[in-house]
């Protein structure tokens, strides 16, 4: 009989107790995982949604950047406007690669869900937005043929959600134009599967706001000094400038402020996990005095005992750790629901980003401090003298 099968054994005596400290340790690496996977999924969907605006610096009219800058990766309404020929303007500065002007636009549907809701319309330039977007692809139809069309490209899930196909009618509640759908867009995973796109011209002319914007998308060519640029911009009357690299560190400032204090419930979850393993196998080390004072009696050593009640630690922690980092692979999506109803902004994509090198990590740390809380249990077995405990069994 190996070392491993009599640890193993012991640990069955007692299956309810090393089931609830399994149980723990399983716990302690599913928080664990699940918000090393979080941290990492949130990262790469960030950067994704910054990445696919297709700009470097927006500008929006006076009023809240990191409120702008939301509403704008997510698609909503509420936005202040700015004066068209800001454009020229900006155009002047030499770090200037490329600029798209954006037009959204809000309007009450009744018709949509159970007591209406807003539809969100986004007027965008023919010339220059397709470029900004070159990762979005047609299912069906092309862009506009320019901007003074009554035409209208669909984001997948809009026009699921319109059912409409290239060549239908878009209604517009309160609009008496016909609009025409020219183009439906792949799913591209981001904010733009739930837009629907309309020549800039068109949405100044059908909602009355003619030389308005409520965004300027800026690309910057390639080795310019954006900071530069930004402070001559910020000169610029009635308008905001919100640089994407700084909404992306403020973003993931708050949210590293939340996960701190996360991690710290998880280091005390940690923390009585291992404590439970220490309960646990000190118990069982008591319960078996005279047994391994019996073996040691038979030639053990004190190493032999030490290896076999470290072993035990080693396999609860196995056990328990390969449970949780299971576990939180089953209730990624979930724990990603959770995240998305509780944050005021989340991104596109898995929140919940787990692999083999997060669970790898989460499964060691874990391992690592059982073992190294199993090593005063199993130093007391080795300590035990033969002769005082078959004595004390006796007595």
Same mark, same amino acid.
């Given at each position: ?7 193993? !054994? ?12 399994? +149980? ?25 949604? #910054?990445? $696919? ?22 698609? +909503? ?16 500065? &030499? ?15 009744? $018709? ?5 809701? #807003? ?14 977007? &070159?990762?979005?692809?047609? !299912? ?26 290239? +060549?239908? !009618?878009?209604? @517009? ?31 100044? $002319? ?11 998308? @800026? ?28 909404? !992306?560190?403020?973003?993931? $400032? ?38 391994? +004072? ?30 949780? #980092? ?20 989340? &991104? ?48």
């Amino acid at each position: 009989m190996t070392i491993y099968t009599i640890a193993y !054994k012991n640990l069955l005596r007692k299956k309810t107790r090393t089931a609830l400290t399994a +149980g723990g340790i399983a716990l302690s690496a599913w928080v664990l995982a699940t918000l090393l996977g979080f941290n990492r999924g949130y990262q790469q969907g960030l950067n994704k949604d #910054i990445d $696919n605006m297709g700009f470097q610096v927006l500008l929006t009219a006076k009023g809240c950047p990191y409120e702008a800058a939301t509403l704008m990766l997510k698609g +909503g309404v509420g936005l202040r406007y700015m004066p068209a020929d800001v454009v020229k303007t900006v155009f002047k500065n &030499p770090e200037v690669d490329k600029v798209t002007p954006m037009l959204m636009h809000g309007v009450f549907d009744p $018709n949509k869900g159970e007591n209406g809701a #807003i539809a969100a319309y986004l007027g965008v330039d023919a010339a220059s937005f397709p470029g900004m977007k &070159p990762y979005l692809d047609f !299912k069906q139809g092309g862009w506009f043929t320019d901007n003074q069309a009554y035409e209208a490209v669909l984001g997948y899930e809009a026009a699921e959600l319109e059912q409409r196909e290239v +060549g239908d !009618k878009l209604l @517009i509640p309160g609009v008496a134009r016909d609009i025409r759908v020219v183009g439906i867009l792949n799913r591209s995973g981001t904010q733009d599967d739930g837009t629907i796109f309309l020549p800039i011209t068109t949405v100044q $002319n059908l909602f009355n706001r003619r030389g308005m914007l409520t965004g300027l998308g @800026i690309r910057v060519k390639k080795g310019a000094d954006i900071s530069a640029l930004e402070n001559r911009l910020y000169d610029l009357p009635d308008v905001q400038v919100v640089s994407m690299a700084q909404v !992306k560190s403020t973003i993931m $400032n708050l949210v590293n402020s939340a996960r701190v204090i996360v991690l710290g419930i998880a280091g005390i979850a940690i923390i009585i996990a291992m404590a439970g393993v220490i309960n646990t196998i000190l118990m069982s080390v008591m319960e078996r005095y005279a047994e391994i +004072g019996i073996i040691k009696s038979m030639g053990a050593l004190p190493l032999d005992i030490f290896r076999m009640i470290w072993m035990e630690t080693a396999l609860l922690c196995g056990f328990g750790g390969a449970a949780g #980092i299971g576990l939180a692979f089953v209730t990624a999506r979930l724990a990603e629901a959770a995240v998305r109803y509780f944050l005021p902004y989340a &991104p596109n994509g898995a929140l919940v980003a787990l692999d083999w090198r997060i669970s790898g990590f989460a499964f060691l740390l874990i391992t690592a401090g059982g073992l190294a809380s199993g090593i005063y249990p199993a130093w007391r077995a080795a300590r035990v003298r033969p002769l005082e405990a078959i004595r004390s069994e006796g007595e």
